[in-house]
């Protein structure tokens, strides 16, 4: 047996000695005698030794004062050559100690990882999520969290190795929770045709980012949406005999969740007014005949309306009722006051209001003809 091999025993017979004291000294000292004895011999210490002090630290941790844990935390941050069970440890510990750990540590392994984003606290998820060249399984596991927090910290990290399906899970909840809107449009690794989607429903602040960021024109991003529109068209028999080709298309959109403002609009500008009303009427969940009745017989104040609630800006409006009465021969022209008054709706009517008049107009056409 070698010098360095007696001298490691009989630092470890010593420390045994010293678990049996439980004062507050002998604690520390205990802490400090064996993370001292793994970091500078772990190498010489058998398995069954490191598992007895690990079982022992564990007891123990709790007991040391945070500042001490979270000096060997910071101490060990970038190590590879301690025992991984010590990291995983320090790992689980409150966030002041595990923070450094989660972030810089490589022994951790993604099913330590995975374990410690179902198990511990939101501070420990957001820790997971700012580590460099995060797995695809460890981004999975942290957007099934459904934390807007720990969502928006894994989409900040460029390095993050975030798969198609889990973007695409990003995707459904960020239409409903604006905050995860801009950290996904500034993803350099956006797949074009999920940006182009995207598009339809995002702000013109951020429309005017994607545009950049991802490097389209705007040829580009219809060609990119009218391509996806196409795709759809070639899919099975859209045109059942019993049902309009509008409808059947219209449907098909819906399924494959392409059913949004910039085709609302291509449609429009195309001279397609049946295709428009349709769709319009689905994505605001209305009855058609209501649609058309807010179109062509209510006025630019119901169809701001319908706007609002469809999240469609008022840079668009006037496009739209222009058009629109242009199709059917009617009067395009809007005084000063008309166009200011129709405009205060868009500031003072959100998103909710304007669903919710909706609402009512619908259910007032059950019982007499709407307005």
Not at 42 to 63: R, Y
Not at 98 to 124: C, E, F, G, V, Y
Not at 167 to 178: G, P, T
């Amino acid at each position: 047996m070698s010098e360095t091999e007696n001298s490691t025993g009989e630092e470890i017979a010593k420390l045994m000695v010293l678990a049996h004291n439980s004062s507050k000294e002998a604690r520390a000292e205990l802490f400090d005698g064996i993370t001292d004895l793994i970091e500078a011999q772990h190498q010489q210490i058998s398995v069954t030794e490191i598992d007895l002090m690990m079982d022992i630290l564990s007891t123990i941790i709790s007991d040391i004062e945070i500042n001490i844990r979270k000096k060997l935390s910071l101490k060990l941050a970038d190590r590879s050559d301690v025992p991984a069970e010590l990291i995983i440890l320090l790992a689980n510990d409150e966030i002041e100690v595990a923070n450094p750990i989660l972030i810089q540590n490589t022994l951790l392994t993604d099913k330590d990882l995975i374990k410690i984003i179902q198990r511990r606290s939101r501070q420990h998820q957001m820790s997971i999520a700012s580590r460099k060249m995060l797995s695809a399984d460890v981004c999975r596991e942290l957007v099934s969290t459904n934390d807007d927090n720990v969502i928006v910290t894994l989409l900040t990290n460029q390095e993050a190795k975030i798969d198609n399906d889990t973007i695409e899970k990003i995707i459904e909840k960020a239409k409903v929770r604006e905050v995860l809107q801009p950290p996904l449009v500034r993803r350099e690794d956006l797949p074009k045709d999920i940006a182009a989607r995207m598009y339809s429903w995002i702000s013109m602040s951020l429309k005017s980012e994607l545009l950049k960021i991802h490097d389209f024109d705007a040829d580009e991003l219809e060609g990119v949406l009218e391509e996806s529109i196409n795709e759809l068209k070639e899919e099975d028999d859209l045109s059942s005999p019993n049902i309009e080709p509008e409808v059947a298309l219209i449907s098909k959109l819906k399924k494959a969740d392409k059913l949004h403002i910039s085709f609302l609009m291509k449609s429009l500008r195309q001279g397609n007014t049946r295709l428009f009303e349709l769709a319009f009427a689905e994505i605001l969940n209305i009855p058609d005949e209501i649609m058309c009745n807010i179109l062509y017989n209510r006025g630019p104040a119901a169809l701001a309306i319908a706007c609002c609630a469809a999240r469609i800006d008022k840079s668009v409006f006037l496009t739209i009722f222009r058009l629109t009465r242009e199709a059917k021969m009617m009067d395009t022209e809007l005084s000063k006051e008309e166009i200011k008054h129709t405009y205060n709706q868009f500031v003072n009517t959100n998103e909710q209001r304007a669903k919710l008049i909706l609402h009512k107009w619908v259910e007032d056409s059950a019982r007499t003809p709407i307005f």
